[in-house]
Nanobody, 124 residues
Framework: QVQLVESGGGLVQTGDSLRLSCAAS????????MGWFRQAPGKEREFVAA????????SYADSVKGRFTISRDNAKNVVYLQMNSLKPEDTAVYYC?????????????????WGKGTLVTVSA
Protein backbone atom coordinates (compact mmCIF):
# COMPACT_ATOMS: atom_id res chain seq x y z
CA GLN A 1 0.00 0.00 0.00
CA VAL A 2 3.00 2.28 0.50
CA GLN A 3 4.54 3.64 -2.66
CA LEU A 4 8.21 4.59 -2.79
CA VAL A 5 9.84 6.21 -5.80
CA GLU A 6 13.60 6.74 -5.94
CA SER A 7 15.40 9.21 -8.16
CA GLY A 8 18.80 10.81 -8.53
CA GLY A 9 20.97 7.93 -9.66
CA GLY A 10 23.37 8.22 -12.54
CA LEU A 11 26.85 7.70 -13.89
CA VAL A 12 29.63 9.52 -12.05
CA GLN A 13 33.37 9.29 -11.54
CA THR A 14 35.32 8.35 -8.45
CA GLY A 15 35.21 11.17 -5.92
CA ASP A 16 31.99 12.69 -7.24
CA SER A 17 28.79 13.24 -5.28
CA LEU A 18 25.16 12.36 -5.82
CA ARG A 19 21.99 12.94 -3.87
CA LEU A 20 19.29 10.32 -4.05
CA SER A 21 15.68 11.12 -3.26
CA CYS A 22 12.80 8.89 -2.24
CA ALA A 23 9.25 10.17 -2.43
CA ALA A 24 6.83 8.27 -0.20
CA SER A 25 3.06 8.10 -0.28
CA UNK A 26 0.24 5.97 1.10
CA UNK A 27 0.59 6.47 4.86
CA UNK A 28 1.73 8.86 7.56
CA UNK A 29 5.37 9.38 6.65
CA UNK A 30 6.54 11.03 9.85
CA UNK A 31 5.77 7.99 12.04
CA UNK A 32 8.14 5.66 10.22
CA UNK A 33 11.83 5.00 10.10
CA MET A 34 13.13 5.25 6.54
CA GLY A 35 16.17 3.59 5.07
CA TRP A 36 18.36 2.94 2.08
CA PHE A 37 19.69 -0.39 0.88
CA ARG A 38 21.76 -1.30 -2.14
CA GLN A 39 22.41 -4.33 -4.27
CA ALA A 40 25.41 -4.79 -6.52
CA PRO A 41 25.65 -7.42 -9.27
CA GLY A 42 26.32 -10.83 -7.77
CA LYS A 43 25.71 -9.67 -4.22
CA GLU A 44 22.80 -9.72 -1.81
CA ARG A 45 20.94 -6.61 -0.83
CA GLU A 46 22.72 -4.81 1.98
CA PHE A 47 21.88 -2.10 4.46
CA VAL A 48 23.24 1.38 3.76
CA ALA A 49 21.58 3.90 6.07
CA ALA A 50 18.46 4.56 8.12
CA UNK A 51 16.88 7.45 9.97
CA UNK A 52 14.32 7.05 12.72
CA UNK A 53 11.11 9.04 12.96
CA UNK A 54 11.65 9.86 16.63
CA UNK A 55 14.65 11.96 17.51
CA UNK A 56 16.14 11.81 14.04
CA UNK A 57 18.74 9.21 15.02
CA UNK A 58 20.72 7.71 12.15
CA SER A 59 22.68 4.58 11.46
CA TYR A 60 25.08 3.69 8.66
CA ALA A 61 26.88 0.73 7.26
CA ASP A 62 30.58 0.80 8.06
CA SER A 63 31.39 0.95 4.35
CA VAL A 64 29.66 4.32 3.90
CA LYS A 65 30.00 5.96 7.31
CA GLY A 66 31.61 9.37 7.00
CA ARG A 67 30.77 9.64 3.30
CA PHE A 68 26.98 9.21 3.13
CA THR A 69 24.33 11.21 4.98
CA ILE A 70 20.67 10.33 5.28
CA SER A 71 18.10 13.04 5.91
CA ARG A 72 14.37 13.50 5.62
CA ASP A 73 11.81 16.20 5.00
CA ASN A 74 8.62 15.11 6.72
CA ALA A 75 6.64 18.02 5.28
CA LYS A 76 7.38 16.76 1.76
CA ASN A 77 7.41 13.02 2.57
CA VAL A 78 10.88 12.70 1.09
CA VAL A 79 14.00 10.96 2.35
CA TYR A 80 17.43 11.75 0.92
CA LEU A 81 20.77 10.05 0.70
CA GLN A 82 23.68 12.40 0.12
CA MET A 83 26.61 10.41 -1.22
CA ASN A 84 30.06 12.00 -1.23
CA SER A 85 33.48 10.69 -2.19
CA LEU A 86 31.94 7.96 -4.27
CA LYS A 87 33.98 4.86 -5.05
CA PRO A 88 33.57 2.17 -7.71
CA GLU A 89 32.53 -0.25 -4.97
CA ASP A 90 29.49 1.97 -4.33
CA THR A 91 28.12 0.94 -7.72
CA ALA A 92 24.74 -0.67 -7.14
CA VAL A 93 21.02 -0.28 -7.45
CA TYR A 94 19.91 1.76 -4.46
CA TYR A 95 16.54 1.02 -2.91
CA CYS A 96 14.43 3.11 -0.62
CA UNK A 97 12.83 1.10 2.19
CA UNK A 98 9.97 1.71 4.61
CA UNK A 99 9.30 -0.78 7.44
CA UNK A 100 5.86 -2.33 7.75
CA UNK A 101 5.73 -1.27 11.40
CA UNK A 102 5.97 2.32 12.68
CA UNK A 103 8.65 3.56 15.05
CA UNK A 104 11.10 0.86 14.04
CA UNK A 105 14.45 1.08 15.81
CA UNK A 106 16.45 -0.98 13.32
CA UNK A 107 16.03 -2.15 9.74
CA UNK A 108 16.81 -5.43 8.05
CA UNK A 109 16.20 -6.75 4.56
CA UNK A 110 12.89 -8.27 5.66
CA UNK A 111 9.68 -6.56 6.64
CA UNK A 112 9.92 -3.52 4.36
CA UNK A 113 8.11 -1.85 1.55
CA TRP A 114 10.50 -1.26 -1.34
CA GLY A 115 10.91 1.16 -4.18
CA LYS A 116 11.98 -0.07 -7.59
CA GLY A 117 15.48 1.29 -7.18
CA THR A 118 17.76 3.79 -8.87
CA LEU A 119 21.08 2.83 -10.42
CA VAL A 120 24.30 4.45 -9.27
CA THR A 121 27.38 3.71 -11.35
CA VAL A 122 30.79 4.99 -10.26
CA SER A 123 33.59 4.70 -12.80
CA ALA A 124 37.23 4.44 -11.80
Amino acid sequence: QVQLVESGGGLVQTGDSLRLSCAASGRSFSSYTMGWFRQAPGKEREFVAAMSSIGGSTSYADSVKGRFTISRDNAKNVVYLQMNSLKPEDTAVYYCAAPFQPYTATMGVNGNYWGKGTLVTVSA
